[in-house]
T-cell receptor
Framework: DAGVTQSPTHLIKTRGQQVTLRCSPK?????VSWYQQALGQGPQFIFQ???????QRGNFPDRFSGHQFPNYSSELNVNALLLGDSALYLC??????????FGPGTRLTVT | GQNIDQPTEMTATEGAIVQINCTYQ??????LFWYQQHAGEAPTFLSY??LDGLEEKGRFSSFLSRSKGYSYLLLKELQMKDSASYLC??????????WGAGTKLIIKP
């Protein structure tokens, strides 16, 4: 049983560009949450998707958007990248509000 | 506001016992999770407490007191591989996980 997978593993972009990160949830999970984690900090909640809709959103600007597909996989899009967007982006899946299982993350570097 | 308070860093000796404390303030409460995170890796689930008391799972135990807004993670028979950050994350009234910066645990031989 595959766990949560994310792609790509690493990514380098320049300021102003756009990026799309992808996540496939653990089998049987219908809820996907996205987090941003800066070095030495805890994860910061970006948003959560359930039944292809954004159910909750953290304190992130509209440059951060997402999507969930019928197979429960999800994408995180970030527009007009800033240097401060450099971080580890984590996707976590769960079945409803049970414990969240994290993917390996995507390390985004903005130069 | 919502707040998590954990020690920034702790040091312990291999084979010993360590307790990592967490105090929290959240808008509503629907349980509390503990996660382990090794450097450069994703967090992994350790435990979940929703009722007061102690939950034991092998070498790891987690305790919750809802009235005090307090939890601790107890690690026994410490191994070098236990060197990691430990994150306390309560679930608020919207079922959103609230994360602190975590406690970096250093194990020495």
């Amino acid at each position: 049983d595959a766990g949560v997978t994310q792609s790509p593993t690493h990514l380098i972009k320049t300021r102003g560009q756009q990026v799309t990160l992808r996540c496939s949830p653990k089998s049987g999970h219908d809820t996907v949450s996205w987090y941003q984690q800066a070095l030495g900090q805890g994860p910061q909640f970006i948003f959560q998707y359930y039944e292809e809709e954004e159910r909750q959103r953290g304190n992130f600007p509209d440059r951060f958007s997402g999507h969930q597909f019928p197979n429960y996989s999800s994408e995180l899009n970030v527009n007009a990248l800033l240097l401060g967007d450099s971080a580890l982006y984590l996707c976590a899946s769960s079945s409803g509000q049970s414990e969240q299982y994290f993917g390996p993350g995507t390390r985004l570097t903005v130069t | 506001g919502q707040n998590i308070d954990q020690p920034t860093e702790m040091t312990a000796t291999e084979g010993a016992i360590v307790q990592i404390n967490c105090t929290y303030q959240t808008s509503g409460f629907n349980g509390l999770f503990w996660y382990q995170q090794h450097a450069g890796e994703a967090p992994t689930f350790l435990s979940y407490n929703v009722l007061d008391g102690l939950e034991e799972k092998g070498r790891f135990s987690s305790f919750l007191s809802r009235s005090k807004g307090y939890s601790y993670l107890l690690l026994k028979e410490l191994q070098m591989k236990d060197s990691a950050s430990y994150l306390c994350a309560p679930l608020d009234s919207n079922y959103q996980l609230i994360w602190g910066a975590g406690t970096k645990l250093i194990i020495k031989p």
